[in-house]
Nanobody, 113 residues
Framework: QVQLVESGGGSVQAGGSLRLSCAAS????????MGWYRQALGKQRELVAV??????TYADSVKGRFTISRDNAAATLYLQMNSLKPEDTAIYYC????????WGQGTQVTVSS
């Protein structure tokens, strides 16, 4: 059984930075993709960034501002978020697919203008 636990969310002003972490436990294999998704109030969940075998993909809205990384030895996924904007406000979820999909409980990110 796979478990994902996110941390690092919080409240920041526009232009600030946050670093999200996702600690994974269970049968985690480095060749399966892990990613970050977010869901703003009243909106559908959307992809933020994904990493698979070292290859990264970003949503256009976060390119150049967010960086996804993965420590396979520690089974931890990170999301460094810089130059945050109010529109980045959302609950951020960690995702792992093997190919069954697993989700964390989410962590709230609030960016004020």
């Amino acid at each position: 059984q796979v478990q994902l636990v996110e941390s690092g969310g919080g409240s920041v002003q526009a232009g600030g930075s946050l670093r999200l972490s996702c600690a994974a436990s269970g049968s985690i294999f480095s060749w399966f993709p892990m990613g970050w998704y977010r869901q703003a109030l009243g909106k559908q969940r959307e992809l933020v960034a994904v990493i698979s075998s070292g290859v990264t993909t970003y949503a256009d809205s976060v390119k150049g501002r967010f960086t996804i990384s993965r420590d396979n030895a520690a089974a931890t996924l990170y999301l460094q978020m810089n130059s945050l904007k109010p529109e980045d406000t959302a609950i951020y979820y960690c995702n792992y697919q093997n190919p069954k999909t697993y989700w964390g409980q989410g962590t709230q990110v609030t960016v004020s203008s």
